[in-house]
C-alpha cells in the first residue's frame, strides 16, 4: 500500500499563488505515476498535472499549462503543484494520486489516492 497526504491548500485571491505538497510513504518502490487531480462541486474528477518517476517528462491540463508546475523531491518522497496566477475557476478539492504503470490522465487507472486538500480563489 501507498500512503498520500496532500497539504499547502487555502483561500487566495485571484492572481496569487499557492503550493500544494504531497508527501507519499508506504511501498513508494511500487509507484511508477504520479498525478494531481481536482474536482469542483457538481463537476467530475479532472486530470491536473503529472509524470512518471523514470523519465523527465511532465504533463499537464490544457487550462493549467503555463500556470502550474509538477515536481519532486526524490530524498523527501515529496511531490509539490505550484500554482500561479490562480483563476476563481481552479477552485477546488486537489487530490494527489499514484499508479504502478504508465502515465495516463485517467482517473479511473489511479491506485492510490490522497484525501485531497480545497483551494479556493477568490474574485
Known amino acids: 500500500q501507498v500512503q498520500l497526504v496532500e497539504s499547502g491548500g487555502g483561500l487566495v485571491q485571484a492572481g496569487g499563488s499557492l503550493r500544494l505538497s504531497c508527501a507519499a510513504s508506504g511501498r513508494t518502490a511500487s509507484v511508477y505515476t504520479m498525478g494531481w487531480f481536482r474536482q469542483a462541486p457538481g463537476k467530475e474528477r479532472e486530470f491536473v498535472a503529472g509524470f512518471t518517476l523514470t523519465g523527465s517528462a511532465t504533463y499537464y491540463a490544457d487550462s493549467v499549462k503555463g500556470r502550474f508546475t509538477i515536481s519532486r523531491d526524490g530524498t523527501k518522497n515529496t511531490v509539490y503543484l505550484q500554482m500561479t496566477s490562480l483563476k476563481p475557476e481552479d477552485t477546488a478539492a486537489y487530490y494527489c494520486?499514484?499508479?504502478?504503470?504508465?502515465?495516463?490522465?485517467?482517473?479511473?487507472?489511479?491506485?492510490?489516492w490522497g484525501q485531497g486538500t480545497q483551494v479556493t480563489v477568490s474574485s
Open positions: 494520486a499514484a499508479k504502478r504503470m504508465v502515465f495516463s490522465r485517467d482517473r479511473h487507472e489511479y491506485d492510490y
